[in-house]
């Protein structure tokens, strides 16, 4: 178990590109979730998937963004059309169901984008 | 609409004194769960503790406890005997199901030696 691993660790990019992020859950966890974090903030979720199904998106989660989760496993959010409002840490978590509500999430270190 | 208040933007603690970091939560539900996570600079959220709505008494890990006063709301994190380590950020949250998250905006820990 080598944790929660996101990839690239950082992003820079010009405004308009497009760009996709992974994340490795931990192996045995079920849920996976994606925040973003701007500076002199907390975390603020954008969406979690059981398995492979995607069952909550937040409405900071535009069309501009999606998000997969093929196989229940690796998750990708890409953002399509950058703008230098999405410069921020994107955060990857994973817990189980049955931790969920009383351990929390093991976090990656997240992938730090810059659009310039 | 849920929310998280931590007030203190930083604090400065003397190496092996104790903290106290504030935290006030606003809802209605009366089912919750309660975090703390710390930010180390490198960017990676690491859980603390946890403490239930209906827990009767306050968590403790370690050298973590949380000060729970559900009557004014408020989930305070303490941490004695500081370490050098314990610099960072951290944040309060809070959580109904585990679904979602809803986090402060943090408090930045400097442990003076």
């Known amino acids: 178990d080598t944790g929660v691993s996101q990839d690239p660790r950082h992003k820079i990019t010009k405004r308009g590109q497009n760009v996709t992020f992974r994340c490795d859950p931990i192996s045995e966890h079920n849920r996976l979730y994606w925040y973003r974090q701007t500076l002199g903030q907390g975390p603020e979720f954008l969406t979690y998937?059981?398995?492979?199904?995607?069952?909550?998106k937040s409405r900071l989660l535009s069309d501009r963004f999606s998000a997969e989760r093929p196989k229940g496993s690796f998750s990708t959010l890409e953002i399509q059309r950058t703008e230098q409002g999405d410069s921020a840490m994107y955060l990857c978590a994973s817990t189980n169901t049955r931790q969920a509500a009383s351990y929390g999430y093991t976090f990656g270190s997240g992938t730090r984008l810059t659009v310039v | 609409a849920q929310k998280i208040t931590q007030t203190q933007p930083g604090m400065f603690v003397q190496e092996k004194e104790a903290v106290t970091l504030d935290c006030t939560y606003d809802?209605?539900?009366?089912?919750?769960?309660l975090f703390w996570y710390k930010q180390p600079s490198s960017g990676e959220m690491i859980f603390l503790i946890y403490?239930?709505?209906?827990?009767?008494q306050n968590a403790t890990e370690g050298r973590y406890s949380l000060n729970f006063q559900k009557a004014r709301k408020s989930a305070n994190l303490v941490i004695s005997a500081s370490q050098l380590g314990d610099s960072a950020m951290y944040f309060c949250?809070?959580?109904?199901?585990?679904?979602?998250?809803?986090f402060g905006t943090g408090t930045s820990l400097t442990v003076i030696p």
């Open positions: 998937f059981q398995n492979e199904a995607q069952l909550e």
């Open positions: 403490q239930g709505s209906y827990d009767q």
């Open positions: 949250a809070m959580s109904y199901t585990g679904n979602q998250f809803y």
């Open positions: 809802t209605s539900d009366p089912s919750y769960g």
